[in-house]
């Protein structure tokens, strides 16, 4: 639809929208590693980086707006490294949850916590996703992001078994299946989408 795809140019080349996603992103983020505390409380500090998932990649997110609207130009590479990261760690994340919980609710009944947090990660993937259409990342910064997705399914569900608490552990398989079949997906997706080294475009901003 010609006008939604307009809607998502404007959010992504507008610093007003820029601005807005930036505080919503920050402020999620803090409530996320909130929300996280019960698990981070029972896990080693030195492992605290790869376990908050979502909150840490909308937190990714929001430093990458923050340099944006510092003035940033997203061409860079540690710009284009952060902001693949970025991108496919909230569309693989947005959508797991959006995932997990329903089906979660289908199979045991529905609470409250499957419906809010279904639809507020869903939200996580359309703007991930409205960000990577319009900035590519060259294919170098696609690849590692990949691979640092492939390497925190290891961490995750095999090597440290810092997953997200799951609100049954009889889907831990469902669960795991889930993650790495997103990470595949969204890593395809940024790969397939990347410009060649040294070809990214201008982005004309508001």
Known sequence: MTWLRKLFDVVASDRRFWWALFTINL????????????????TPVKYWLIVPDSPGSTFLLAIWLGLLLAGR?????????????????????????????????????WQFDFIHLSLSHLA?????MIFARHYRPERWAAGVALAWMGFQDLVDYRLLMTHPTLPYQAEFGFARTVAVALSVLWGAFLLVQAQPAGRTEEVQTG
């Open 73 to 109: 130009d997203w061409r860079r590479p540690g710009m284009q490294l952060l902001g693949a990261v970025a991108f496919i760690s909230n569309m693989k994340y947005g959508l797991w949850s959006a995932t997990v919980l329903p089906q979660a609710g289908i199979k045991y009944g």
């Open 27 to 42: 402020l999620g983020s803090l409530y996320g590693f909130y929300w996280y505390w019960p698990q981070l409380s029972e």
């Open 124 to 128: 996580m993937f359309v703007e991930a």
